[in-house]
T-cell receptor
Framework: DAGVIQSPRHEVTEMGQEVTLRCKPISGHDYLFWYRQTMMRGLELLIYFNNNVPIDDSGMPEDRFSAKMPNASFSTLKIQPSEPRDSAVYFC?????????????FGAGSRLTVL | AQKVTQAQTEISVVEKEDVTLDCVYETRDTTYYLFWYKQPPSGELVFLIRRNSFDEQNEISGRYSWNFQKSTSSFNFTITASQVVDSAVYFCALSLNAGGTSYGKLTFGQGTILTVHP
């Protein structure tokens, strides 16, 4: 199993630019999560999907952030326009309900730096 | 609201020492899950253990052991005979077990940086 795959691993961009982070969950997993890790706020949940449908986006910081899951094998997190305070590591995680409640498998993360 | 506190920001030990990472949680719910995740220098988050609030039995897995005490709302993690490869950031986390929208909504502690010196 290839695990959760995220791209890009590193992204450096300038303020105001659009950023798109991508995630491929583990095949067969029906839940997908986006978390953000910063020094100030630690790890926080942004949004999660069940069977490609967004269930809870209460953690999305503001309208500049959007997430989609067009199919079971792909999700994107978009920031437009980006700001320096968006600099963080963004993790995607997936979960199979059959595997046991709440055991998430995380990707390696996408480190975003906004200058 | 839930809260997880890992009071130890950084711990430094010498190889072969035992080390305990503390975790204290707050929740008003009676059913919940507790977790430990490891984040090695490579950056990914690796699942270590999940404990159901109904199960207060301690668990041992190799050099790792976990002590869950509901009376003190603690879920501590001990590494016996630490090794350099144990150097990482360790996160304790809490999730409700209420079904539906609770799945996967982990509340993480701030993490403890463990450094094991040779």
């Amino acid at each position: 199993d290839a695990g959760v795959i995220q791209s890009p691993r590193h992204e450096v961009t300038e303020m105001g630019q659009e950023v798109t982070l991508r995630c491929k969950p583990i095949s067969g997993h029906d839940y997908l999560f986006w978390y953000r890790q910063t020094m100030m706020r630690g790890l926080e949940l942004l949004i999660y999907f069940n069977n490609n449908v967004p269930i809870d986006d209460s953690g999305m910081p503001e309208d500049r952030f959007s997430a989609k899951m067009p199919n079971a094998s792909f999700s994107t997190l978009k920031i437009q326009p980006s700001e320096p305070r968006d600099s963080a590591v963004y993790f995607c995680a997936s979960r199979s309900r059959a595997a046991g409640a709440n055991v998430l498998t995380f990707g390696a993360g996408s480190r975003l730096t906004v200058l | 609201a839930q809260k997880v506190t890992q009071a130890q920001t950084e711990i430094s030990v010498v190889e072969k020492e035992d080390v305990t990472l503390d975790c204290v949680y707050e929740t008003r719910d009676t059913t919940y899950y507790l977790f430990w995740y490891k984040q090695p220098p490579s950056g990914e988050l690796v699942f270590l253990i999940r404990r159901n609030s109904f199960d207060e039995q301690n668990e041992i897995s190799g050099r790792y052991s976990w002590n869950f005490q509901k009376s003190t709302s603690s879920f501590n993690f001990t590494i016996t005979a630490s090794q350099v490869v144990d150097s990482a950031v360790y996160f304790c986390a809490l999730s409700l077990n209420a079904g539906g929208t609770s799945y996967g909504k982990l509340t993480f502690g701030q993490g403890t940086i463990l450094t094991v010196h040779p």
